[in-house]
């Protein structure tokens, strides 16, 4: 895929592929592209996914670690 896509432009685009596969807005000569097309957009959900849940959790590990240290300012 060429273009960087966002979370949100990715899933909005598997949201418009998977309507149009349930409501038959797609031939059959179309539905193989489709299908490998949402293939390749649900692996770049997956992956922003994965990424932002790794992100998160080490801003909350770096904020228990900040928790736990002793203040220094204090006397």
Same mark, same amino acid.
């Given at each position: 895929?060429n273009k960087q896509?966002?979370?949100?432009?990715?899933?909005?685009?598997?949201?418009?592929?998977?309507? *149009?596969?349930?409501?038959?807005?797609?031939?059959?000569?179309?539905?193989?592209?489709?299908?490998?097309?949402?293939?390749?957009?649900?692996?770049?959900?997956?992956?922003?996914?994965?990424?932002? *849940?790794?992100?998160?959790?080490?801003?909350?590990?770096?904020?228990?670690?900040?928790?736990?240290?002793?203040?220094?300012?204090?006397?």
């Amino acid at each position: 895929m060429n273009k960087q896509y966002t979370y949100t432009d990715a899933f909005e685009e598997l949201q418009t592929i998977v309507s *149009e596969i349930e409501h038959g807005e797609i031939s059959i000569d179309e539905l193989s592209t489709k299908v490998k097309r949402a293939t390749l957009l649900i692996s770049v959900c997956k992956a922003k996914l994965t990424a932002t *849940e790794e992100e998160v959790n080490n801003i909350l590990a770096n904020l228990e670690k900040e928790a736990q240290q002793p203040d220094e300012d204090t006397d």
